[in-house]
């Protein structure tokens, strides 16, 4: 632990200012600590501000992949903090971007965190010295770059904005328009074209949806072993993968094929860390980052610790009791294990992992079903609040919607009734 004299308030360094990034700055204050966030943006809210900008150049990068029309997959139920809800007075349940945004925003005002947060200002290089660390940051509003030195580190950078594209055979044969779902901004992009959309999670589901309105025909392509229920959407083909690209289409490993215009890889994003030097000792493979403890804490040197990796999960939840359980350990209210300890914990949950038949470092911090485990987890090790149960019924509720209710589910309305029940279209479930 970092030798920072007892009366000096440690120093904590929250890398990005969107949904994580807000949640790990306020639960640090509150935990008595000096921290600060800085965000590469003009504005707070990473993922959810919506743009219209593109890249300037290869090396210019956007943020934030989000789209006009997006409405959220998850209710405003489960969407807001355990300590900061969504107003009651919004009507629906599946909400806006905008909706979202205005509510990130309320919460760092209701929180009064803007002080602590700094904009136009990206951190570069994180680097572990001897006690502590070293930041440097640039502030692009006058293009100073200065190293400052905290005790800790919450990366808090998002995992929304580095596509990760599949190699296909004859990709580059291909003549027609190619896109990753990241810069995918508005549907009539794609007026009368005939549109191969590739993957069927969350992402491309959605795009399926709001591009078939503006396509002639759209063919989705997907390996899932439940097929979505594209009944409801008239111009809509599914495939199954495609085996090689060809001048005008593809051929799909079924044998058939079919000539499009524009190909949109709906095929999921790469968590990348560039700020991070070698020294912090965290390496990525297939997105697989490792060494953590707990899917946060950086177990080479656990005065770091990463928020929100974990994917099929309530996010502003889990990013909330990532955080309250990592303070509990950097506040010395609790104590590490050892690295071995640590160590053997990681191996024995990825031994399980792969022993379930799940062998793919792309899965590795997936949570489904597990994200229930792992809350219960965080909770005893550091005697947190647990997620309200009613929380985790709702979530269920939802769920398995996404994929056989597309068309219909967002216009259920959810109430939270009390820790235990929801009401959905004014009927109580238990
Ligand atoms: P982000 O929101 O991406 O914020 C990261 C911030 O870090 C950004 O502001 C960025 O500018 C900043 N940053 C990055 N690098 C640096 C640096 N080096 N220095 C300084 N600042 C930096 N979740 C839901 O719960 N419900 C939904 O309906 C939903 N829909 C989604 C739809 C889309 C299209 C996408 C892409 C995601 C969706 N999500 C949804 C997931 C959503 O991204 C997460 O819920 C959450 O917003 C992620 O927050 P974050 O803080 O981890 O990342």
Redesign the pocket.
């Known amino acids: 632990m970092m030798k920072t004299p007892l009366d000096q308030k440690r120093r904590v360094c929250v890398?990005?200012?969107?949904?994580?990034?807000?949640c790990a700055l306020k639960n640090s204050l509150e935990a008595g600590l000096d921290a600060v966030a800085?965000?590469?943006?003009t504005e707070?809210?990473?993922?959810?501000?919506f743009s219209e900008e593109m890249p300037k150049d290869e090396y210019d990068e956007v943020?934030?992949?989000?789209?006009e029309g997006?409405?959220?997959?998850?209710p405003k139920e489960v969407?807001g903090y355990p300590d900061y809800s969504y107003p009651a007075d919004i009507d629906e349940s599946f909400i806006t971007?905008n909706q979202?945004l205005e509510f990130l925003r309320s919460y760092a005002e209701h929180f009064k965190l803007k002080p602590h947060i700094k904009l136009q200002?990206?951190?570069?290089r994180v680097r572990p010295r001897l006690d502590d660390w070293e930041v440097y940051v640039w502030d692009h509003s006058t293009d100073t770059c200065d190293p400052v030195y905290y005790d800790f580190v919450y990366v808090?950078?998002?995992?929304?904005?580095e596509p990760d594209i599949p190699s296909v055979e004859g990709m580059d044969l291909f003549e027609g328009k190619k896109m990753h779902?990241h810069l995918y901004r508005k549907a009539d992009k794609f007026k009368d074209e005939r549109v191969l959309i590739i993957g069927a999670g969350?992402?491309g589901m959605d795009i399926t949806n709001h591009v078939r309105m503006s396509a002639k025909q759209v063919f989705l392509s997907h390996h899932l072993s439940t097929t979505p229920n594209t009944a409801f959407m008239g111009n809509v083909t599914q495939k199954p993968d495609v085996q090689r690209f060809t001048p005008d289409g593809a051929v799909f490993t079924d044998g058939s094929t079919e000539s499009f215009d524009h190909v949109l890889f709906c095929t999921g994003y790469k968590y990348t860390f560039?700020?991070l030097s070698t020294d912090v000792g965290i390496q990525v493979i297939d997105n697989f980052v490792q060494p953590l403890w707990k899917h946060c804490i950086n177990i080479n040197h656990p005065t770091m610790a990463f928020?929100?990796l974990p994917f099929n999960v309530?996010?502003?939840h889990i990013?909330d009791m990532q955080v309250r359980f990592t303070l509990k350990f950097f506040t010395g209210q609790r104590e590490f294990p050892s690295r071995e300890q640590m160590i053997a914990e990681l191996e024995q949950e990825i031994g399980e992992r792969w022993g379930c038949g799940v062998h793919n470092h792309k899965k590795a911090h997936q949570m489904g079903e597990r994200q229930f485990v792992y809350y219960n987890e965080l909770a005893n090790l550091a005697g947190i609040e647990n997620i309200k149960p009613v929380i985790h019924k709702l979530m269920k509720d939802c769920g398995k919607k996404y994929i056989f209710e597309l068309d219909t589910y967002r216009s259920n309305r959810y109430t939270i009734v009390d820790d235990e029940n929801f009401l959905k279209n004014g009927k109580a479930t238990s």
């Open positions: 890398i990005g200012a969107g949904t994580a990034g807000l800085y965000e590469r943006g707070i809210g990473g993922t959810w501000i943020h934030s992949s989000m789209y997006l409405r959220t997959n998850l969407m971007s979202v200002h990206e951190v570069i808090c950078n998002g995992h929304y904005t779902s969350p992402s560039p700020c928020v929100g309530i996010p502003t990013f």
